[in-house]
């Protein structure tokens, strides 16, 4: 392939939000300050030539890298992907589709920023993603109305558009013998582009060197992130001495061409494919970056008529953390591969400042992402929701390990940089936040070593965020969930005075008074543990009802028996949570019940989805009225 044709490289740091990703005369960056201090300025630059990004590359890559490769990389081992044919099939005739019902959504952290699922809905179809599989079911019929084998192993996800939908797989290997210590076989995302319409359909296939890190939807609009490593082929050298053994692998990244860190892509569209890589016009950098992950921006829109290389815009940065709202777009990565965690190395400080680099990129329409803004602070998020824009201001949660605390910070954008104004620290002293919730002008933190402080935080005013009430309680929420006006639950793990926990927690907290927290019902189910302790998809509230459905797994390791799985109903009022039922699914073949993964609402219908199929009961009395295995 020929060399990445140079243009003027994008982001300059002191740029405007309105201003796009290309054209930028780059601006010198001050080196960070060391240290935790308050939130600190951070600039996206721009790289002179070609020849600069791959001597920058180069150099922090070398810095990066261990005995053993770089850090980070010998993780958990991503499916092998399938790269035949997808194949479909129909069970019957689609039959004409039904006006769309009243239906719930993915329970998202944002309204306008839809997030990928295992399970969508348009009140008329639900479609489904499990083992590599689409199905279609028309939610009137209670009928599997279509069926496509995607190509693809492992975890996948899809968004929704109309007749289109959007399947995201998150990380595989392309078939083919794998040899760790071999030239690098690339981690390879795949997004399938599927017509809905009749016989579902694949559209376009798009393949792109590096693992998906999440995907935002606005409108018809998705924007999805990858993050990939350089594909540089290190030395198989596994009795040497570790000094050697890094001595060979900083000499073998020195030698890597630049293709080795561009990300690679290819888009199939019917008979058609077109392959590229990711231009270095396309790339830019923060003052301080590992050099073994490059994160990119994608865009696509799921009514065109088919895939394209995505307009990608690439950072070369180390983030993980996705957070969207309608207008914007961040990516937030907390530094971590700067800790030693090679031996033979030269001595670094016992404690590591720990910071998370925060970039701002502005959504319009289909357009390309702009960047807007950069910014950093101390401490490190315990997810998304640890993130929160709100009336011209992003309210950051962090943890610090250095000081044993947590903070709330207030963020503005001033040009080109998102300057803290304000904050409000040492919460939850030698404990860790569990769960973040962040509600217009207050945010609530679930902090957790032996007990579960529930801090209530007044933002009204920016400048001047403070804690206005607290509760402990045993236990803790690992998510909170807004539930009406002063009123949030929390689902998580309760635990005795010692920090042990015992099963899956529901609490109802009344949050109206915010001097004065409080806990207005509990329900414990021992040697419980929920999929909505860590990920929130896995919850559903229905307003219109006030229903809350959980699912939850129960193991008795004393009992020798089958876990048991449900998905427990309990209607919230005012003043408690009152079971409504448990919703089982029909035991497979060697007596498990299957796993309740999500439940959604169409209509006066309960759906509730498991790995083995899509379950329909009735919403008021929790009766089954259909059962769609996979098979």
């Known amino acids: 392939m020929p060399a990445p044709r140079w243009t003027r490289l994008l982001l300059c740091g002191a740029l405007a939000a309105t201003a796009p990703l290309t054209g930028c005369t780059a601006q010198p960056t001050p080196p960070r300050p060391t240290g935790t201090a308050a939130a600190g300025s951070l600039r996206l630059v721009a790289f002179d030539s070609c020849d600069q990004l791959l001597n920058d590359l180069r150099t922090h890559a070398k810095k990066a890298v261990g005995p053993w490769g770089f850090p980070g990389s010998g993780g958990g ?70 069926r496509l084998d995607l190509g693809v192993n492992g975890e996948t996800e899809l968004l929704l558009a109309g007749d289109s939908a959007l399947v995201l797989a998150r990380a595989a290997y392309l078939a083919g013998e794998i040899d760790h210590f071999a030239p690098p076989m690339q981690t390879r995302a795949q997004l399938v582009l599927v017509d809905l319409r009749g016989t579902p359909r694949v559209v376009s296939r798009y393949t792109g060197d590096g693992a998906l890190v999440d995907a935002r939807q606005t409108g018809t609009v998705a924007r999805v992130v990858l993050r990939s490593t350089p594909a540089i082929a290190l030395p198989q050298r596994p009795d040497a001495a570790e000094d050697d053994r890094i001595a060979a692998n900083r000499k073998a990244v020195g030698q890597a061409p630049l293709g080795a860190w561009l990300p690679d892509w290819s888009v199939t569209t019917g008979a058609d494919t077109t392959s590229g890589q990711v231009g270095c016009d396309r790339v830019s950098r923060p003052a301080d970056f590992s050099g073994t992950s490059l994160v990119t921006v994608l865009t696509f829109d799921l009514t065109a008529p088919a895939l394209t290389d995505g307009d990608p815009v690439t950072v070369a940065a180390d983030a993980d953390t996705v957070y969207g709202t309608g207008t914007s777009l961040y990516l937030a990565g907390d530094q971590r591969w700067r800790l030693d965690i090679w031996p033979g190395r030269a001595p670094k400080p016992t404690s590591v400042p720990q910071h998370t680099d925060i970039y701002r990129l502005e959504l319009t329409g289909a357009e390309r992402p702009r960047y807007a803004s950069a910014g950093s602070v101390p401490g490190q998020l315990v997810n998304q929701y640890a993130l929160s824009e709100w009336d011209g201001h992003l309210r950051v949660a962090t943890t610090d390990d250095n000081v044993a605390t947590s903070a709330v910070r ?55 965020p403070a804690v206005t009430g607290e509760l402990k309680i045993t236990g803790y929420s690992a998510h909170l969930q807004p ?69 939850v797994t129960t193991y008795d390791p004393r009992a020798r028996t089958q876990p048991d799985a449900s998905a427990l109903a309990l209607r919230v009022t005012d003043t408690g949570l009152t079971e409504v039922g448990a919703i089982t699914q029909p035991r497979v073949a060697d007596g498990t019940a299957p796993t309740v993964r999500r439940t ?12 083995s199929g899509l379950q329909a009961s009735n919403l008021s009395t929790m009766d089954r009225l259909a059962w769609l295995p996979n098979g």
């Open 77 to 146: 081992r991503p499916e092998v992907l399938d790269m035949g044919g997808a194949r479909t099939a129909m069970k019957d005739a689609a039959p004409v589709p039904a006006a769309a019902a009243p239906h719930s959504t993915t329970n998202n952290h944002e309204q306008d920023a839809d997030e990928p699922d295992i399970v969508k809905t348009d009140g008329r179809r639900i479609v489904t993603v499990s083992n590599g599989t689409l199905r279609v079911v028309d939610a009137a019929s209670r009928t599997v109305t279509g």
């Open 410 to 464: 207030v963020l503005e954008q001033r040009g080109g940089t998102l300057t803290q104004v304000g904050v409000v620290d040492g919460l939850g002293h030698g404990e860790r936040i569990y769960s973040v919730r962040f509600i217009g002008p207050r945010g609530y933190l679930v902090t957790f070593r032996q007990t579960d402080p529930l801090y209530a935080v007044d933002l009204a005013d920016p400048a001047h």
């Open 483 to 551: 539930v009406g006006d002063g009123r949030i639950v929390g689902v998580g793990q309760e635990a005795d005075t010692a920090g042990r926990v015992s099963g899956t927690q529901v609490s109802l907290f009344d949050t109206s008074n915010p001097a004065q927290p409080r806990r207005l019902a509990q329900r414990h189910i021992a040697g419980g543990q929920s999929e909505a302790e860590w990920d929130p998809h896995a919850l559903l509230w229905w307003p219109a009802t006030q229903l809350l459905v959980v699912p």
């Open 600 to 611: 959604l609402v169409v209509g006066d219908v309960l759906w509730t989805m498991s790995d």
